[in-house]
Structure formats: structure tokens, C-alpha cells
């Protein structure tokens, strides 16, 4: 089994930047994807960025590219997501997740295998 722990949400205002974790634990990542998700309210999930913990190749969704960035630190088996120049439709519960898909780096969610339990984002204006 694999655990996946967030942390690092808040409350901040618009301008601010945060930067999220997910610890991950109980297995070898070396040929996972591992992504960021989020929900607003009233939404659905929605991808955000992914990493093939295996090279470090990323993705990003259209609407966060250049602002957000995803990273690991594979000593830590922890990802990363950097999120500057946050603006109020940021606000969403944050998830990171876990793929076991050979290479994948999907942005459906139904691809996922494993979820944290979110970290709530609030972007005050």
C-alpha cells in the first residue's frame, strides 16, 4: 500500500505564494507518476501537475503553467508543488496522488491508484 500525506495549505492572499508537500510512503516510487489535483467547491477535480518521479519529467495544466511548479526530492520521497502569484480561483482542496502507470503522466484522474486526503488552499482578494 502507499500513503500519501499533504500538507502546507492555508489562508492567503491574493499575490502570495505557498508551497504544498506530499509526503509519500510504503512503497518504491522510482516508476510512478505522481500528480497534484485539486476541487473546488461545486467542482470537479481538476489535474493541476504531474512528475515521473523516474527522470523528473513534468506536466501542467494550461491555466496553472508558468505560476505553479512541481517538484521531488526522491531522498525524502516527497513531491512538491510551488504555487506563486496565487489568485482567488486558486482556491480548491489540494491533492497529491500516485499512478502506477509505467511512464504515464496522466491528467485523469480515474488514473490515479492512491490519494492523500487534501490540503484546503484559500486565496483571499
Known amino acids: 500500500q502507499v500513503q500519501l500525506v499533504e500538507s502546507g495549505g492555508g489562508l492567503v492572499q491574493a499575490g502570495g505564494s505557498l508551497t504544498l508537500s506530499c509526503a509519500a510512503s510504503?512503497?518504491?516510487?522510482?516508476?510512478?507518476?505522481m500528480g497534484w489535483f485539486r476541487q473546488a467547491p461545486g467542482k470537479e477535480r481538476e489535474f493541476v501537475a504531474a512528475?515521473?518521479?523516474?527522470?523528473?519529467?513534468?506536466r501542467y495544466a494550461d491555466s496553472v503553467k508558468g505560476r505553479f511548479t512541481i517538484s521531488r526530492d526522491n531522498a525524502k520521497n516527497t513531491m512538491y508543488l510551488q504555487i506563486n502569484s496565487l489568485k482567488p480561483e486558486d482556491t480548491a482542496v489540494y491533492y497529491c496522488?500516485?499512478?502506477?502507470?509505467?511512464?504515464?503522466?496522466?491528467?485523469?484522474?480515474?488514473?490515479?491508484?492512491?490519494w492523500g486526503q487534501g490540503t484546503q488552499v484559500t486565496v483571499s482578494s
Open positions: 496522488a500516485a499512478d502506477r502507470t509505467v511512464g504515464a503522466l496522466s491528467v485523469d484522474p480515474r488514473a490515479y491508484d492512491y
Open positions: 512528475i515521473r518521479w523516474s527522470n523528473g519529467s513534468t
Open positions: 510504503g512503497r518504491t516510487f522510482n516508476y510512478y507518476t
